[in-house]
């Protein structure tokens, strides 16, 4: 079982920056495939960026082209969290933004995640 706990979602303006971050508990960290997800209103949850664990300590970072360049995925294994640094922020960013954990599948896909945060709303005005 892993928990997982986000925090850092509000509102800002256009070409602003914000910082998610999630904390997970319950399981070795260090090897976990970790996840971003967002979901508009009326829309499909879909993938943001992805960090997998390569092996030793190698990391891969995978983004959606939407926010490839402005948004960057990062993690502590020390302090068990996955952050999502969002720059350059646009309007249709805004979404409810959830971290995700994955122990097999396909990373790019949310109904591969074993377990998922709350939520996160990001607000983003024009």
């Known amino acids: 079982q892993v928990q997982l706990a986000e925090s850092g979602g509000g509102l800002v303006q256009a070409g602003g920056s914000l910082r998610l971050s999630c904390t997970a508990s319950?399981?070795?960290?260090?090897?976990?495939?970790m996840g971003w997800f967002r979901q508009a209103p009326g829309k499909e949850r879909e993938f943001v960026a992805a960090?997998?664990?390569?092996?030793?300590?190698?990391?891969?970072?995978d983004y959606a082209d939407s926010v490839k360049g402005r948004f960057t995925i990062s993690r502590d294994n020390a302090k068990n969290t996955v952050s999502l640094q969002m720059n350059s922020l646009k309007p249709e960013d805004t979404a409810v933004y959830y971290c995700?954990?994955?122990?097999?599948?396909?990373?790019?896909?949310?109904?591969?995640?074993?377990?998922w945060g709350q939520g996160t709303q990001v607000t983003v005005s024009s």
């Open positions: 319950g399981r070795t960290f260090r090897s976990l495939v």
């Open positions: 960090h997998r664990w390569g092996g030793s300590t190698t990391y891969y970072a």
């Open positions: 995700a954990v994955l122990l097999s599948g396909n990373y790019l896909e949310p109904g591969s995640y074993d377990y």
